[in-house]
């Protein structure tokens, strides 16, 4: 969730860490900071808040020169959100900073040890131990990168650590243990983030580090060990997205933006995988077909809209693969003692590829035997480079905290791993795949078509801005679309949504409906009849309660019409894809909403976009 940023160069390292943080706000933060070294001393500013009060506080109290230095957006967690408490912190002597993203789960133990050594806290933070700790170990150690090697050793649980010394001014030392960190590689400079986006506007240069491993970075060199020291190979690779894709192009907010993109990103995680011959080629999974062939059970894991994608996924591929599929949330599943082994094929699915409960879910399952295919937009992040094989979706950069297109591309990523196992496994012949990627081909003008009707649904949402409580009902796939579209409410607007399978009413929700209370109802394509006919009666129930009732139907459902006091049209689709139409005007609707209500749209209250802690 906190962003990361580290450089040494020619430039004035200030200035390139703080637009690297304001590049990283889009992850959810509470307080910012830096530090640079002068050569003698370090020096830093830090304030809660956004970025503009660091601003503030470094317009009145200006850093000295300084080529080399390190940055810090917070979202906390061990301690409020204050000055004190963000980063960075020092060690007793002030001879190291550091910056820390993750958890240190003994950080209390090791807190009372170096209490008792004379070591005394200013913060509540588990950084300041982490510092303290480092600035102990330093003044016996070699250097900071073997002060930093002997410190990952004691420390448990997940974390990035970037340091600098004051007493050695020209390299930035940083190591990583189940959080983000990539190398950004320039010329005569070089840098340290969380995320690409905090140095993409220097170099498209990358490096992927592994797990337990250590970086010292100067101007000229970078080197890479691992926790014992010894030197590890690295793979560098290229950043196919240049800063205009992280500008808003003109929209209020990047998630209005990002809903806009939605068709072509659907188009680009379509492109090539469909091969001339008549066969779908996903060159990502690495497994081979002999071994998918004996798998004999499903298990999707996922958090939040991941999730929601992983209940559209079974609907889909138990229907064309016939095998058993479970859904699971990531943060419950390796708590539960599940049932996987050498049979068990596992999908992960997670938009940053950092999503610590998911990460440890898929540890987990692979411990048992499973294989494990991830399905992800960040290419070179941790869950993709530990599963067997992995379907990137191409959504490109979502800075918007609430996913939108890296939903839709989710969907069309499991929609493809569906086809591709009934193409594996035997369960469809040439001609039926080939129909259904037809109809995933047109599905980006279709997704364009409701985007065209954007401004009903714009309306409806100043309409709507006296409501406090919402309801969505959906079934057979439009129930998870139902779930997405409350998430979405929730997450931005910040009011009370409820998703629920329209067959399950009677049995308890139709309770809280109230006159005039807005329920969104999803109706499935009418050639599903018995579906298409019981989710009408909900609708009838709802509308006898005096519940204001804005249904999506498809363009040529007439028999809706009696029941709604308002249509959205969707293109007619299969019932499989209709999710990926069905959840655009739940995503312009929330985005609305929220910007009528006044809130930050892109980065709602206590959230973060990558959840790097369970």
């Given amino acids: 969730m906190c962003g990361i940023i580290g450089y040494v160069g020619p430039q004035q390292a200030v200035n390139v860490i703080v637009e690297g943080l304001r590049r990283l706000e889009y992850r959810g933060y509470d307080s910012a900071g830096v530090a640079v070294g002068t050569g003698s001393s370090i020096e830093w500013r830090k304030k809660a808040g956004k970025i503009t009060n660091l601003d503030a506080e470094l317009a009145a109290r200006p850093l000295p020169a300084s080529t080399i230095g390190i940055g810090h957006t917070r979202w906390a967690t061990h301690g409020g959100p204050t000055d004190t408490n963000a980063h960075p912190h020092l060690s007793q002597d002030g001879r190291v900073a550091l910056v820390h993203n993750g958890i240190i789960e003994n950080f209390a133990q090791l807190r009372a040890e170096l209490s008792a050594e004379g070591v005394t806290f200013r913060s509540e933070t588990d950084t300041e131990v982490a510092a303290a700790l480092l600035g102990r170990v330093l003044a016996t150690a070699a250097d900071l990168p073997s002060a930093m090697r002997q410190v990952c050793a004691r420390l448990e649980g997940a974390f990035t650590l970037v340091a600098i010394d004051a007493q050695d001014p020209d390299r930035v030392v940083a190591a990583r243990r189940n959080s983000p960190l990539v190398v950004g590689v320039g010329e005569g400079e070089n840098f340290l983030a969380s995320d690409v986006a905090a140095f993409i506007e220097h170099t498209r240069d990358a490096i992927e580090l592994g797990q337990d ?59 090539g995988r469909y091969a001339d011959h008549g066969e779908l080629v996903l060159d990502e999974i690495r497994i081979s077909p002999e071994m998918l062939r004996r798998v004999n059970k499903i298990i999707i894991i996922g958090c939040g809209t991941a999730y929601y994608a992983g209940m559209v996924a079974k609907y889909a591929i138990e229907h064309w693969v016939r095998i058993g599929c479970e859904v699971e949330l990531a943060s419950e599943f390796r708590y539960r003692d599940p049932i996987v082994d050498a049979g068990t094929l596992c999908v992960a699915i997670s938009q940053s590829g950092e999503t610590a409960d998911t990460l440890q879910a898929i540890r987990h399952a692979r411990e048992q035997g499973a294989k494990v295919i991830a399905i992800c937009n960040t290419n070179g992040s941790t869950i993709p480079r530990e599963s067997d094989a992995v379907i990137y979706t191409h959504a490109g950069p979502e800075i918007g905290v609430a996913s939108t297109k890296g939903f839709l591309t989710q969907l069309i990523a499991c929609y ?14 040439g001609d039926e795949i080939s129909a259904i990627m037809d109809e995933l081909a047109g599905m980006p003008q279709k997704v364009q078509q409701v985007l065209d009707g954007a401004d009903a649904v714009y309306e409806l949402a100043h309409q709507l801005i006296d409501q406090g409580d919402y309801v969505f009902l959906g079934r057979h796939v439009g129930y998870p679309a139902a779930m997405e579209g409350a998430l979405k409410l929730k997450e931005i607007a910040y009011l009370h949504a409820e998703g629920f399978a329209a067959g399950e009413l009677k049995h308890g929700p139709i309770a809280i409906i109230n006159p005039d209370m807005p329920v969104f109802v999803i109706v499935p394509p009418a050639g599903r009849d018995q579906l298409h006919d019981k989710v009408v009666s909900n609708i009838q129930e709802v509308r006898a309660r005096g519940a204001r009732t804005i249904v999506l139907a498809e363009e040529d459902d007439t028999e809706v019409d009696a029941y709604a006091e308002r249509i959205i049209r969707l293109p007619k689709v299969s019932t499989l894809l209709q999710p990926v139409l069905a959840v655009v005007p739940l995503q312009l609707f929330a985005c609305e909403l929220a910007t009528a209500l006044g809130n930050d749209v892109d980065q709602p209250r206590n959230l973060a976009k990558s959840v790097t802690v369970e």
């Avoid at 250590?214 to 950043?239: L, M, N, Q």
């Avoid at 929209?251 to 993109?261: A, G, L, Q, T």
């Fill in 416 to 429: 493809l791993l569906g086809l591709y196992l009934a193409q594996v496994r035997g369960m469809k012949y």
């Fill in 213 to 271: 491993q250590v970086v010292v970075i100067t101007a000229d060199s970078i080197e890479v060990t691992d926790f014992d020291g010894s030197p590890v190979e690295v793979t560098p690779y290229h950043i196919d997205w240049d800063t205009t894709a992280a500008e808003k192009a003109g929209y209020d907010w990047f998630m209005r933006k990002e809903i806009f993109e939605q068709p072509q990103a659907v188009a680009d995680t379509l492109l």
